[in-house]
């Protein structure tokens, strides 16, 4: 199967450091910090980038669900939350809340909930970040 990589170089202690990321196919790269992570900073940060590959895996899922049960959509638009809490052991991701549109014709709130479902469960994204309470909120237009 493919494999996909990504790398990171981190400069420095936690809070005065700095970062670089980098997707492997040089399709994005950018800076990171401490203030980019747990505060309002400039630059991407971790979690982030987690969201941007689940609203991703789960549109393209959704879509692919969707089509082979004959409604192939006009859109599926998804924006993934992911949210990192401070605990007393650290930091960490308990949730995220994918929140998706679509327009498909032809099809019920029903069924289309039923495949929304099923998107969640089965994209990849999903399934390694079970770990995690993940919600979603998925509108037909």
């Not at 590959?53 to 959704?62: D, N, V």
């Not at 959509?73 to 960490?92: C, F, I, Q, W, Y």
Request: charge should be negative.
């Amino acid at each position: 199967m493919t494999v996909r990589k990504a790398n990171a170089r981190w400069q420095g202690d936690l809070k005065s450091g700095k970062g670089h990321m980098a997707f492997g196919s040089g399709a994005w790269e950018g800076q990171y910090s401490f203030s980019s992570r747990f505060e309002s900073g400039t630059g991407s940060n971790p979690e982030e980038l987690i969201a941007a590959a689940h609203a991703g895996c789960f549109s393209m899922a959704l879509s692919n669900i969707l089509a082979e049960a004959g409604h192939t959509p006009d859109s599926v638009e998804t924006e993934a939350k992911v949210h990192l809490e401070m605990g007393d052991d650290g930091p960490s991701i308990p949730r995220i809340e994918l929140v998706t549109e679509a327009v498909v014709p032809g099809i019920g709130q029903d069924e289309f909930h039923q495949h929304a479902e099923a998107a969640k469960k089965g994209c990849p994204v999903s399934k390694v970040l079970a770990g995690a309470e993940i919600s979603l909120s998925a509108t037909l237009k």
